[in-house]
Structure formats: C-alpha cells, structure tokens
C-alpha cells in the first residue's frame, strides 16, 4: 500500500490536531531573529523582552544556594507547593489584593503560565468560549485552545485606553460563555483598569454567572497616580467562580527561576493539582525557596526597579510620539509600551513600503538594527509592542535609530 504523506486523517497524523494547531510564539521568534543578528555580530537593540533587565535581588539568590545545599531540598515535595510558600501567598494576597484567602486555595505552578493553563484546562470544556479581550498577550488564545475552549475577541484600542466595558462585553457574550481573560496591568498595552471599571466587569461577570480569570503579574508595576486593584477584593461575591493568577517573575526580577500560582476555589484548586500531580509535579524546591525569600523580604527591591521603568516610560513615550506617523498612549503599567503604526503602513519609508505592522517591524530589524514586537502577536495589526526593561541608553539610541529610519520618507 502506497505511504501517504495526508496529515488530515487521524492514522497519518504525525502531530496531534491539538498541538499541531499551536502557533509559534511571536514574541519568542522575534527575539530570536534579534539575537541570531547580534550572533552574527549585528549590533541590534531588543524591545521585544518580556522581562526586567535587572539580576534577582542578592537574598533571594542567597536562599536558593542555601537551598541547593541542604539534602531536604534534593526530594520530591508536595505538588501544589511548600507549605511555607502557600501561606507566604496567603500573607501577600491579603498585604497586597485585599483578598483573604485559605492556603488550600494555593497551586504553586511552573511560572504564570502554567498557572494560567491549568486553570483553562481545570474549567473550560470543549466548545466553551471564554472572552478575551484583544490586544492581548499571546499565550492566551493558545492555552484556551489547548483546553477545548474558543477564544472570542473583544477588540480594543488606544481611543479607549485599550480598556473594555459591560457593555461591550455585552455584545460578546452568548450562552456559551463561560469566562472571561481579565488583565489588569496588560502585557501587551500597559493599560490599567481603574478601580470603578473593575467593579462594573467583576459585577458584569458575577451577574452572569460568568468566571473571571484575573492575571494580576503585573500588580507592582503601576506608575504614577495609578492604583492596582484586584478584582476580587472589588467584587467579593466573585470567590466561587474566579481564579487569580500571579507570580514572582515581573516582580522580583525572577523570570527564569519558573514561579508562579494559581488561587481559585477550593474544588478547582484540588482539580489542577491533580492535573499538576500528572505532568509537572512540584515547581523545584530551589526555586521554591527563592520565591518564598522574595514574598517575605519586602518590597523595596521592586520600588527600585519600579522607579527605574519609570523613568524609562516616560523617555521611551515621548520618544515614540515625536516619530510622525507614531501614536503612542502613556501606559500606566507594566513595562510596554503599545504605539499605533498604522500611518506608517502603505508610503514608501527609504525605498520601502510595509504593507503591515509585521513587515514594517522586519523593515526596522533589518534597517535599524531594532526589534519591536508587531501588533499581529497581539491579534491587533497596525501596531507595535516595545519594552522599556531596558537601559536608559539603549532605549535613546534605539528609538533615535527608529526616527532616523522612519522619517527617511
Ligand atoms: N501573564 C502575563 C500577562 C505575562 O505577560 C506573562 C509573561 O510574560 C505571564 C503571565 C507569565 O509569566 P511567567 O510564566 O514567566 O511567570
């Protein structure tokens, strides 16, 4: 029997239709491009990260070496975490949501991600549609989908802050809704919902019967006068149909140490575990120990570095609106910033026309030797993602290039 090279028929499928689904990560290919250019000795600065450019703080990395050294450590531990750990996010829930929760309610997972697939796959049944709205950060739409779910967009845009509304969630939702993707600070957008505009949406989903997934990683990154609120310490009566998730990696500098967690009521919470329990097990006790060092040392290493993205914002803001064609929204959160670029598709920049944010970001890599992140990977072409967890002079000198470059009409 001739072999066919058909991979639509389940026998001849070599990659599952689920994985086989999964989009590369845009913002990891962009970042790859990067560092292959400065591989080959291209001198390229990067306003793709997704991370702080800071070191860990010097006591957490002294906890996890103490950590590595002691035998207790070298074993398997309970899967949803250290005990110490889970009351040690028990305390800052309570210090820093508002929100008073029980230690049971605690999974402990590999970094946010994890977190935010268990809770998908914990909840979302084939065909449920969870509410997701756009710009928003690439892995969602993935991770709902690996858990049966489809991803509806609710579109935003700089006109409204990159914010939704219950009227607008409204016009999304059908009897088939089951959650909604709340994030507040937004990796893409920066934006922050403000206390009264959480109310509404957590009263919104409460009313509704609808769970609200809250990412709040980016609770200690909010700028000026703006306030972080969570939406559950808003809307209490939202206890049983909505999971918080979080982590050490934005706050403290720990992108690589892989902590993060999940709280959601207790049934959900057992339910993941035993998802985690068959999977990944317990996040590593290292780890572990250095998150726990991080969440009972205090806050002033993130005031720091909170101060620094700060200043950093303001530069790269103002440098972003002073290249023509460029719309730039201050962000309020986070450390990206979410400028519109849709002037600048379709004319001809240096004997070049981009026809789309994707092809304008590759003409600014290979041209100006700079790398943003196009707006496609955040399902809304016609902008760019950039962030500003960089240097003081490398974000001069990346945006001066970007100007030169773009104002070569
Ligand atoms: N949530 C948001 C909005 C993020 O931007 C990220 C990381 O970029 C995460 C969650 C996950 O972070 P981690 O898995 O590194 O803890």
């Known amino acids: 029997?001739?072999?066919?090279?058909?991979?639509?028929?389940?026998?001849?499928?070599r990659i599952?239709?689920?994985?086989?689904?999964?989009?590369?990560?845009?913002?990891?290919?962009?970042?790859?491009?990067?560092?292959?250019?400065?591989?080959?000795?291209?001198?390229?600065?990067?306003?793709g990260a997704g991370e702080p450019d800071f070191a860990t703080p010097e006591h957490i990395v002294e906890a996890a070496v103490a950590a590595a050294r002691d035998p207790k450590w070298h074993k398997y531990s309970p899967t949803p975490g250290l005990p110490a750990l889970r009351q040690a996010i028990v305390d800052v829930t309570a210090r820093d949501n508002g929100v008073t929760i029980a230690a049971e309610q605690v999974l402990v997972t590999n970094g946010g991600k994890q977190a935010l697939f268990n809770a998908f796959a914990s909840i979302i049944d084939d065909g449920d549609e969870v509410l997701l709205p756009s710009p928003y950060w690439t892995t969602y739409p993935e991770s709902i989908a690996l858990a049966g779910g489809v991803s509806v967009v609710v579109p935003t845009d700089e006109t409204v802050g990159y914010r939704t509304n219950p009227?607008?969630?409204?016009?999304?939702?059908?009897d088939r809704t089951k959650a909604l993707v709340f994030v507040s600070p937004s990796n893409p957008t920066g934006a922050v919902y403000s206390p009264a505009e959480i109310e509404a949406i957590g009263q919104w989903a409460k009313q509704r019967g609808i769970w609200v997934i809250s990412d709040e990683i980016y609770q200690h990154l909010v700028y000026g006068d703006t306030e972080f609120a969570s939406i559950l310490s808003l809307v209490p009566d939202l206890a049983d149909t909505c999971i918080l998730v979080n982590g050490v990696a934005k706050t403290y500098a720990m992108t690589g140490w892989r902590v993060g967690w999940m709280i959601a009521p207790a049934d959900v919470t057992k339910a993941a575990t035993n998802l985690q329990s068959h999977s990944t097990s317990n996040v590593s006790n290292v780890s572990q120990v250095a998150a726990l060092a991080a969440l009972t040392g205090g806050l002033d290493d993130v005031?720091?570095?909170?101060?620094?993205?700060?200043?950093?914002?303001?530069l790269m803001v103002g440098m972003l609106n002073d290249i023509p064609g460029v719309v730039c929204p201050t962000p309020e959160g986070a450390f990206y910033a979410y400028p519109k670029v849709t002037d600048l598709l379709g004319i001809e920049i240096d004997g070049v026309v981009?026809?789309?944010?994707?092809?304008?970001?590759?003409?600014?890599?290979?041209?100006?030797?700079?790398?943003?992140?196009?707006?496609?990977?955040?399902?809304?072409p016609g902008y760019m993602r950039l962030s500003y967890a960089l240097g003081d002079d490398d974000i001069r000198t990346g945006l001066t290039r970007m100007k030169d470059l773009l104002t070569k009409r």
Do not use: C, W
Request: hydrophobic share 50%; no cysteine.
């Open 16 to 47: 599952s239709a689920r994985i086989g689904a999964i989009a590369e990560s845009a913002t990891l290919a962009v970042d790859a491009k990067a560092k292959a250019l400065m591989a080959a000795g291209r001198p390229v600065i990067g306003f």
């Open 303 to 314: 005031l720091r570095m909170r101060g620094a993205f700060d200043v950093r914002r303001q």
């Open 354 to 380: 981009s026809n789309s944010s994707a092809q304008l970001a590759a003409f600014i890599l290979e041209r100006a030797e700079v790398a943003v992140v196009p707006g496609e990977a955040f399902g809304t």
């Open 167 to 174: 009227a607008q969630l409204d016009e999304f939702v059908t």
């Open 1 to 13: 029997m001739a072999m066919s090279s058909d991979n639509t028929s389940a026998v001849n499928r």
